[in-house]
């Protein structure tokens, strides 16, 4: 199994609150991503990054922002937590093209 | 636009029925085609890939085969078992999209009943 972390692995927080997910990988992979996963929508590309301090927007990114000051880390932020961000987010790395991508085990936020 | 069509779920099977997930998709450019699987309780692995045309995946004694002309990446299994149980998601990458990104389907659940 690729060598990818998640943590928290469960969070409960309230509406306004800003909240941090954080992912490491020992892979030294460039690419590293951030997914939510819902019902009836199955993932969605949040934010990704190519690089250290290299990153874009995904097909959700509204409300999130992320980090990347080490190869290893990929921080997800939520700024101002809303129920709507209530989710599964995953994490995933890869080498970028058409190459298979490894996914984390996940973290399950609530926003209250 | 890039998107990907799979068949609603969920879908319950016995064990050692013949399975087939339907998976299409729509893409701008030459897609690479996966199955990845989801059990529960964890993330998601990779089944199988296919990169281009007529190129068929297979893995655990699941296939599934690029097909250009429809557009299609069925997933089949001849004889499904318990363990199988999973939720099954269809993507695709676009070859010489630098950044990779993955579009799934919205997955298909599958049950495998003793």
């Known amino acids: 199994d690729a060598g990818i972390t998640q943590s928290p692995r469960h969070k409960v927080t309230e509406t306004g609150t800003p909240v941090t997910l954080r992912c490491h990988q020992t892979?030294?992979?460039?690419?590293m991503y951030w997914y939510r996963q819902d019902p009836g929508h199955g993932l969605r590309l949040i934010h990704y990054s190519y690089g250290v301090k290299d990153t874009d927007k995904g097909e959700v990114s509204d409300g999130y922002s992320v980090s990347r000051s080490k190869t290893e880390d990929f921080l997800l932020t939520l700024e101002s937590a809303t129920s709507s961000q209530t989710s599964v987010y995953f994490c995933a790395i890869g080498t970028g093209g058409e190459d298979t991508q490894y996914f984390g085990p996940g973290t399950r936020l609530t926003v209250l | 636009g890039n998107s990907v069509t799979q068949m609603e779920g969920p879908v319950t099977l016995s064990e050692e029925a013949f399975l087939t997930i339907n998976c299409t998709y729509t893409?701008?450019?030459?897609?690479?085609l996966f199955w990845y699987v989801q059990y529960p309780g964890e993330g998601l692995q990779l089944l199988l890939k296919a990169t281009k045309a007529d190129d068929k995946g297979s893995n655990k004694g699941f296939e599934a085969t690029y097909r250009k002309e429809t557009t299609s990446f069925h997933l089949e299994k001849g004889s499904v078992q318990v363990s199988d149980s999973a939720v099954y998601f269809c993507?695709?990458?676009?070859?010489?999209?630098?950044?990779?990104?993955?579009?799934f389907g919205k997955g298909t659940k599958l049950s495998v009943k003793p």
């Open positions: 993507a695709l990458t676009l070859y010489g999209g630098s950044q990779g990104n993955l579009i």
């Open positions: 892979e030294n992979h460039r690419y």
């Open positions: 893409a701008t450019g030459y897609p690479s």
